[in-house]
């Protein structure tokens, strides 16, 4: 991100925390992955709706909303690629907007709406943009797709509404819906199998289909 | 992550009241402060989260034409909101990381925070702009105090940041491709009685005015004026996406172009 700092650690209490660290170590990957904590201070019970259905769930202060929906709610269709915010395939809606699952904390979502590709179709019943990314091939491993039809759909809403990017000419005009415009705002989402051109395709032919 | 309580207050004066506690920390997007939680770099007892406060979002303008911004008003909110106000303000918003970021991260956070390579700390010292808290307002010149250091003492909010309207204005930014920070970006502000120029990406200490820079475009508004200015790599960082040299020269380099897009 930024230049090579020292960071200085904040709580006094640093003894405390390198014992917590020297006990992690020793616990199992899944312990480790912050599951199952005993309820306490430092564990808050939060209540979401998620694809349209209402759920309570007591976790860990440290828990992300995406550990929540992977882990919890076993909504395992939202991927976890980086878990630091680069790489988009952990992107889901939070009250109609799209966020990196991986960068906020389900502690801080109590009472949000959130929706995953679960919420989104089904195989049987698919969304438009899902489909497209069929027919367009707008994939090869598939593990950045959820990430890339949420935001692929989030797009073209934000078009809709008015919101201009960074490549947006008139920043007051209608927006015309160009390559370049549907490029800038993918940005976020990154494919390592490298599917950018198909998945471009599949967002152009929901936009002109709708339009 | 280490272990830490959560408040969600809703009013600044609540906020204050969780953050006095020792070591509680304000919590606003996250985008910064989450990825630095997951590294342990930081070990807060309590994170206070700033996203439920009303009176610290949204954008306005008040009495003396300032264009007003709520502490906790994501990035994706400036960009839309300002751009009839004050263009500059809202593009630099649009090109600040991803779209997924912007809905999420906070100028109050991005000024809170203060890295070398963010973009906002430009816009706010270029600008004039005046830092509200919860218990004082800070001009933007003495706000700003080095590499991740500010004026904010412990458990201070910035509830608010205060732009003039410049006459014109531009924000250029070298993308640093991976990260999408500034490796080096440069903010102009042409007001009636001159001009500012604040440098973002380049420094050891941070943001800061081009002083020489501002002399001669305040007396000549156009690229030109800049011929011949240059900046010293001394004190310029050095990584390996540019050199100190690299950097220093691209400084010269985006604030003529930024020039030429104000004016
Ligand atoms: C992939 C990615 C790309 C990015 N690209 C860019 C970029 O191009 N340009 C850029 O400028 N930034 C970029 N950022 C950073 C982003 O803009 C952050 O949102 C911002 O720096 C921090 O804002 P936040 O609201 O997320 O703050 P948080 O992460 O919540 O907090 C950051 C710090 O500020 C403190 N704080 C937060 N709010 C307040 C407040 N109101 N008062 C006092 N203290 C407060 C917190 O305690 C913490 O120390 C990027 C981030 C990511 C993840
Ligand atoms: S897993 Fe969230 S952005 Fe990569
Ligand atoms: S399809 Fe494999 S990462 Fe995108």
């Keep these: 991100m930024s230049p090579a700092i020292n960071f200085e650690l904040r709580r006094r209490t640093f003894i405390a925390g390198t014992a917590v660290a020297a006990v992690t170590v020793g616990m199992s990957r899944k312990a480790a992955a912050q599951t199952a904590a005993p309820v306490g201070a430092e564990s808050t019970t939060v209540f979401l709706t998620v694809n349209g259905e209402g759920r309570e769930l007591t976790v860990d202060n440290r828990t992300t909303l995406l550990d929540a929906l992977r882990e919890h709610l076993q909504l395992t269709g939202t991927k976890k690629g980086c878990d630091h915010g680069q790489c988009g395939a952990c992107t889901c809606t939070v009250n109609g907007t799209r966020v990196n699952s991986c960068l906020s904390l389900a502690v801080m979502h109590d009472g949000d709406e959130v929706e995953t590709i679960e919420g989104i179709g089904a195989p049987d019943a698919m969304d438009p943009m899902q489909t497209a990314f069929v027919e367009n091939d707008g994939f090869q491993c598939g593990y950045c797709t959820p990430g890339q039809i949420q935001s692929a759909r989030a797009v073209l809403d934000e078009i809709r509404a008015g919101i201009p990017s960074h490549v947006t000419d008139d920043l007051t005009a209608e927006i015309t819906i160009t390559d370049a415009e549907i490029r800038e705002r993918m940005s976020g989402n990154i494919c390592r199998c490298g599917a950018y051109a198909n998945i471009l395709a599949a967002i152009t032919q929901v936009a002109e289909d709708q339009a | ?263």
């Design chain 2, 1 to 263: 992550m280490y272990a830490f309580d959560f408040e969600k207050p809703t009013t600044v004066a609540e906020a204050v009241a969780a953050l006095a506690d020792d070591e509680a920390q304000p919590l606003s997007g996250g985008q910064t402060l989450i990825p630095t939680l997951k590294q342990r770099l930081a070990m807060p007892s309590k994170l206070v989260s700033l996203t439920g406060i009303a009176e610290m979002q949204g954008v306005c303008t008040n009495d003396a034409g300032q264009l007003c911004i709520g502490g906790a008003t994501p990035h994706a909110v400036v960009a839309a909101e300002a751009a009839s106000k004050y263009p500059a303000l809202s593009a630099l918003a649009s090109n600040i990381g991803d779209p997924a970021v912007r809905n999420r991260g906070t100028i109050g956070g991005s000024v809170a925070n203060n890295d070398p390579a963010a973009c906002y700390p430009s816009a706010v010292l270029a600008s004039g702009a005046t830092v509200v808290t919860n218990n004082r307002e800070i001009a933007a010149d003495d706000y700003f105090q080095g590499l991740f250091s500010t004026a904010l003492e412990e458990g201070e909010i910035i509830t608010e940041v205060r732009f003039p309207v410049p006459q014109a204005a531009n924000y250029q930014k070298f993308v640093q491709p991976a990260s999408r920070f500034a490796l080096v970006g440069v903010f102009v502000a042409k007001f009636a009685d001159g001009v500012r120029v604040a440098v973002t990406g380049a420094s050891n200490d941070g943001v800061f005015r081009w002083t020489e820079a501002e002399k001669a475009l305040s007396a000549n508004f156009s690229p030109d004026a800049l011929n011949g200015l240059s900046v010293s790599a001394d004190g310029m960082i050095g990584d390996l996406h540019g050199t100190p040299e690299y950097r220093a020269h691209l400084i010269a380099v985006m604030t003529k172009r930024a020039v030429a897009a104000a004016s």
